[in-house]
Structures are given as C-alpha cells and as structure tokens.
Antibody
C-alpha cells in the first residue's frame, strides 16, 4: 500500500513536498515513481528513485525543479517541487515499480492534489 | 521522446458488446534482447488513481477480469474488453516504459451506449 500526504494549496513561486509512505512490502526492493495529472489531462511521468541506492532519474522537463528522495527507515519517498506556477496544479501520484530499478508500474498511491494560485 | 497516440478519444459501447482501444507508439517498444513489448494499459475511474490492467502488452495484472486483453507488438497495440460491463466505464491509458522519459497516451474515454 502507498499512502500519500494530504492536499496542498500554494502560492506561485513557493515549493511543495509530497510524501508517499509504503507498507506491506520491503521498501528498498522496489522503485518509486512520481506521475502527475493536471485537471482533465493525461498522465505525465516526473521521475523515480531506486529506494535501495537512492539513485534518481528525472524527466528533462522536471530536472531543474523536482527532487525525489527516500527515507528507508520510514519507508517513505518524498517529491519536492520548487518555483511552483499555476500550470503545476495537478494531482501527484506515487507509483511502485515492480523491482529495484523497474519502470513497470504496479501499485499506485491515492494521489495528492497540489493547487497553485497566483 | 516516444509519443503515444490512442484512438479513439472516446467511444460508447453497448453492455455485453466488445470494446476496442488502439495505441500507437512513435517508435518501436519491442526489445530485441528479451522479445518483450514495454507497453502497459491502465484504467482510471473518476476520482481514483489509475489501476494497472495489462503489462508487457498482453500480461494481465493479478485480479483483472479475463474480459480484458491486450495485444500487439512493435508500434501498434490494442486493449480489448470482450463483453462490456457497467463497471468498465472509465478512461483508459496506454504507457510505454521502453525508453525515458516514460510516456502515456492521451486517454480514451469509454461509456455505455
């Protein structure tokens, strides 16, 4: 199970940190990905972390503004985005990859709404 | 980036009838090394996260009803629902995980006729 932190309302230019707590499996055995969905839109992959090593990969689109980290003791992954703009208003999902560096998704978190106002 | 294009954008099918959604990738997602297509299908109902239905283009996720099937190879893929049920009303997305960045189709909305 992946349980995400609650909804956030932010001003343009601020930053946000979304958490994803894993349970029911060995956290370090599976990658965690972050995917976002703007209202009425499709899905957009942001990046991922190998939870064992901490190695990260990012979409070039988010490379400069997003940082993904993990806390192995808390079995939690975090996604921080800086310099928020209104276009970042979206639901942010964490998703488990089905292996340490896998890009094959299996379980999804419930999503976290981030609303950015100008 | 690999562009994923789905068709149609929306479709309405009668209960018990077959529903077919297509997905085309701008480049092949078939690996020569393991002969696997790096293509998944997801179902998303309103207010819910996506649910994984199919991976490796044709492998059904555990617990997914067998009326859902995936087919295709290379650049052309199909999701078929053999006998539409009311609970299948949703938006369906295809996704490639062959090369970065991971990309999704625009979604296909399935409704009851």
């Amino acid at each position: 199970q992946l349980v995400q932190s609650g909804a956030e309302v932010k001003k343009s230019g601020a930053s946000v940190k979304v958490s994803c707590k894993a349970s029911g499996y060995t956290f370090t055995g599976y990658a965690i990905h972050w995917v976002r969905q703007a209202p009425g839109q499709s899905l957009e992959w942001m990046g991922c972390i190998r939870t064992g090593s901490g190695y990260t990969e990012y979409s070039q689109r988010f490379q400069d503004r997003v940082t993904i980290i993990r806390d192995t003791f808390a079995s939690t992954a975090h996604m921080e985005m800086i310099s928020l703009r209104s276009e970042d208003t979206a639901v942010y999902f964490c998703v488990r990859g089905n292996g340490p560096g896998s890009w094959l998704f299996d379980y999804w978190g419930q999503g976290t709404l981030v609303a950015v106002s100008s | 980036d690999i562009v994923m294009t789905q068709s149609p954008d929306s479709l309405a099918v009668s209960l018990g009838e077959r529903a077919t959604i297509n997905c085309k990738s701008s480049q092949s997602v078939l690996s020569n090394s393991n002969n696997k297509n790096y293509l998944s299908w997801y179902q998303q109902k309103p207010g819910q996260p996506p649910k994984t239905l199919i991976y490796w283009a044709s492998t059904r996720e555990s617990g997914v009803p067998d009326r859902f099937s995936g087919s295709g190879s290379g650049t052309d893929f199909t999701l078929t629902i053999s006998s539409l049920q009311a609970e299948d009303v949703a938006v369906y997305f295809c996704q490639q995980y062959y090369s970065g960045p991971i990309t999704f189709g625009q979604g296909s909305r399935l409704e009851i006729k």
